[in-house]
């Protein structure tokens, strides 16, 4: 694509470069992806077999519309292309109350998960201790403790995540450049050039 004008250009392609990609050239942008190596791959954080996904957020409320987005648009891409991507097997939280410890940088992460779960009119179960153990005898939770179970979370398959997107971005237009790193990015006029 020697000096040809795009609106895009994105620089690696693991799982969010590979969703902008794909939204992108979904929506009518010219579009070039770039990774060095061929995604999916095993060099970067999008590799393994699983992630989790919920739908709840503890992090934080303002996450919950993106992740009910998502679980949307995973829904989608599998109808799209045949491809199992997302697995809803539900998870199970157990913590206690009032615990304040942090957990991924943020302090009361259950409760903002309750609160974003009431919030956001999320299927969930509140669950004592003796809930807990009479559906999970496998763990060994304390008296003090309860459980928050979301039936619609699941497991998210990274690397078919990402085929899957790259293949809808190059249905929809996009080009991609597989095995080639960016050397230098240079403004260049009203835009940038981009060697690989």
């Known amino acids: 694509m020697s000096g040809e004008a795009l609106d895009l250009i994105v ?27 061929t995604p999916p791959h095993d060099r970067g954080s999008s590799h393994g077999e699983s992630r989790i996904t919920r739908q709840a957020i503890g992090e934080g409320l303002e996450y919950v519309p993106l992740a009910l987005r998502a679980h949307a648009l995973w829904r989608e891409f599998e109808a ?36 974003a779960a009431r919030a956001f009119g999320i299927a969930h179960e ?40 790259l293949r809808l ?3 929809a237009g996009a080009s991609l450049r597989l095995g080639k790193a960016v050397r230098e990015v240079a403004s260049l006029g009203g835009g940038v050039c981009v060697t690989t």
């Open 11 to 37: 620089v690696g392609l693991g799982a969010a470069g590979a969703a902008t990609l794909a939204q992108a050239a979904r929506r009518g942008a010219k579009v070039l992806g770039i990774d060095r190596f």
């Open 80 to 115: 799209e292309t045949g491809e199992t991507l997302m697995r809803t097997t539900g998870a199970l939280l157990i913590s206690r109350s009032g615990l304040g410890a942090a957990h991924h940088g943020k302090t009361n992460f259950l409760e903002t998960t309750v609160a």
């Open 126 to 165: 509140i669950l004592s201790p003796a809930e807990v153990r009479a559906r999970w005898p496998m763990f060994r939770i304390h008296d003090h403790e309860h459980g928050y179970f979301e039936p619609g979370a699941g497991v998210l398959h990274p690397e078919r995540c990402i085929a899957a997107q």
């Open 169 to 171: 971005a190059e249905r």
